[in-house]
Every structure is written in C-alpha cells, then in structure tokens.
C-alpha cells in the first residue's frame, strides 16, 4: 500500500526559500515515479514536477523550473522539492504523488497510484 506524507510547508516571504518533503512507507522509492502538484485556491490541481521511476529524469513545468529543485533521497525512502525565489502565486497546497515504473509522460494529466494528505505552503509579506 502507497502511503506518502508531504511536510515543509509554512509561511514565507516573497524570495524566500523552502524544501517540502514527501516520505514514503510500504514500498521503496527507487523504482516508483514522484511527482509533485499543486492546488491553489480557487483553481485547479496544478502538476508542477516529476521525478521519473524508470530513469534519471526530471520534469518541471514552466511556472516552476529554474526556482524549483525535485530530488530523491532513496537511503531516505523521501523526496524532496526544493522551492527559491517564491512567489505569492505560489501559495497553495502541495501534493506529492506515487507510482511504479512510470516515466513522469504527461505527468501533469496523470491520475498516480497514491497521494499524500498536502502540505500547506502559504507566501506572504
């Protein structure tokens, strides 16, 4: 069974910088693709990076790439997402998801195996 539980999330200032985490239990990461996703209030389910389970790459979607950072620790069975330079539209709830032997295709379209509880991400002066 797919347990992940996202942590990390709080309030910052505009520029600054926080690293959510997605730990998993009852499986190993290694093989499982972890994608990342956002919800902001008001809007739609938001897919914002993927890391795949079936090679090396990583995926990010425009608003993000150059200020987020996905990354797997598989001695820590966790990944991470690594946020700089945030911005007030990033405010919202993050989600990390699961899935074995995916390779992140149209990831932000994806309806992943399992899905962690969030994490609430708010960025505000």
């Known amino acids: 069974q797919v347990q992940l539980v996202e942590s990390g999330g709080g309030l910052v200032q505009p520029g600054g910088s926080l690293r959510l985490s997605c730990a998993a239990s009852?499986?190993?990461?290694?093989?499982?693709?972890i994608g990342w996703y956002r919800q902001a209030p008001g809007k739609e389910r938001e897919g914002l990076s993927c890391?795949?389970?079936?090679?090396?790459?990583?995926y990010y979607t425009n608003s993000v790439k150059g200020r987020f950072t996905i990354a797997r620790d598989n001695a820590k069975n966790t990944v991470y997402l690594q946020m700089r330079s945030l911005k007030p539209e990033d405010t919202g709830v993050y989600y990390c998801?699961?899935?074995?032997?995916?390779?992140?295709?149209?990831?932000?379209?994806?309806?992943?195996?399992?899905w962690g509880q969030g994490t609430q991400v708010t960025v505000s002066s």
């Open positions: 998801a699961a899935e074995e032997s995916y390779n992140c295709v149209d990831y932000m379209l994806h309806a992943f195996d399992g």
């Open positions: 009852g499986f190993t990461l290694d093989s499982y693709a």
């Open positions: 890391t795949s389970g079936t090679d090396d790459k990583t």
